[in-house]
């Protein structure tokens, strides 16, 4: 999904990503995958919850349909197809190889105050 806002990536066992940093415009998002260490005690992966996720994140991107087309032509799965939303901006919601659920879209709250 995020092959083209890839800064850094360190590939980890079984296809796996150990830490990824990556960037859009001027913003920078560091992840990885769960493993087994301390830090990972922490959390679980979606599929050990049945699929559900347990935060919820929104990439602020300035041309949503773009992202849209780019992740939709890699075979991410859409959950919400794009649209205009009733609070502003036009967004999407896609859940990624490892079963994270992202939402994607225009609007920005800074915009609003």
Known sequence: MFSDFKDMVYSGPNNTIEHAE???GGGMIMLGSIRDDEWSRLMMHTDELGG?????CYLFVPNADEVY???????????????????GGRAFVC????????????YDPWETK
């Open 52 to 56: 559900v996720e347990t935060r919820g």
């Open 69 to 87: 087309a780019r992740v939709k032509a890699v075979g991410v799965e859409i959950i919400k197809e794009i649209q205009d939303e009733s609070y």
């Open 95 to 106: 859940r990624d190889l490892e079963g994270r659920v992202w939402s994607v879209g225009t």
């Open 22 to 24: 990556l960037t859009l």
